[in-house]
């Protein structure tokens, strides 16, 4: 099966500007999870889309982040204005269903340099 | 909430030679566990989970991790590593119930050398 599609894989930005990332997950995934991976930290929820509707949002700063799933399929994440602490590696994962134990398959990131 | 330590922040051995990969977790519910690699410019694999049963689990490239509730654990080990083993290792918690946001720790970086 086609894993998840990430693009774009690197952008480098200076700040102030605003940036957008696309994910497309694995067909007939209903989850959808956007996470923040800092350099050297773990990585971070920062969304979680059940179908077209979002499960959490907790952590992510809406002053300036955004994220839609309009049609439930893939999903864009927006940064604007974007910071220099905004430089990470942003996951795209999804999962089958949101129960605990169904895994999160994750694409390769899309690498964000804020300068 | 749930936090998870992993108490190495880089672990250098050599080949051939057996590893363990440390990690403790702090959660007022029950949780799943999981460990993860990140191979360079790559997003997280999943190596193994333990969600019930035997506390002892295996996963893929030879890992096994076991689940020791009392201490609060879940250390990863390999008997016998391999140069392909150089990667970033990540140690993850899940709820089994209720908000069921996974949960990383900040990392391990594994170094093989020969």
């Known amino acids: 099966e086609a894993g998840v599609a990430q693009s774009p894989r690197y952008k480098i930005i200076e700040k102030r500007q605003s940036v957008a990332f696309w994910c497309n997950p694995i067909s007939g995934h209903a989850t959808l999870y956007w996470y923040q991976q800092i350099l050297g930290q773990g990585p971070k929820l920062l969304i979680q889309?059940?179908?077209?509707?979002?499960?959490?949002d907790s952590q992510l700063p809406k002053d300036r982040f955004s994220a839609e799933r309009l049609k439930g399929v893939d999903s864009t994440l927006k940064i604007q204005p974007a910071k220099l602490e905004d430089s990470a590696v942003y996951l795209c994962?999804?999962?089958?269903?949101?129960?605990?134990?169904?895994?999160?398959?994750f694409g390769n990131g899309t690498r964000l340099t804020v300068t | 909430a749930q936090s998870v330590t992993q108490l190495d922040s880089q672990v250098p051995v050599f080949e051939e030679a057996p590893v363990e990969l440390r990690c403790n977790y702090s959660s007022s519910v029950s949780v799943y566990l999981f460990w993860y690699v990140q191979y360079p410019n790559q997003g997280l694999q999943l190596l193994l989970k333990y969600l019930s049963g035997s506390t002892l689990v295996k996963g893929i490239n030879g890992f096994e991790a076991e689940f020791n509730k009392s201490q609060t654990s879940f250390h990863l080990r390999k008997p016998s590593v391999h140069i392909s083993d150089t990667a970033e290792y990540f140690c993850a918690v899940r709820p089994i119930q209720g908000a069921q946001k996974l949960v990383f720790g900040q990392g391990t970086r594994l170094t093989i050398n020969p």
């Open positions: 994962a999804s999962s089958l269903e949101s129960g605990s134990n169904s895994p999160l398959h």
């Open positions: 889309f059940q179908n077209n509707g979002v499960v959490d």
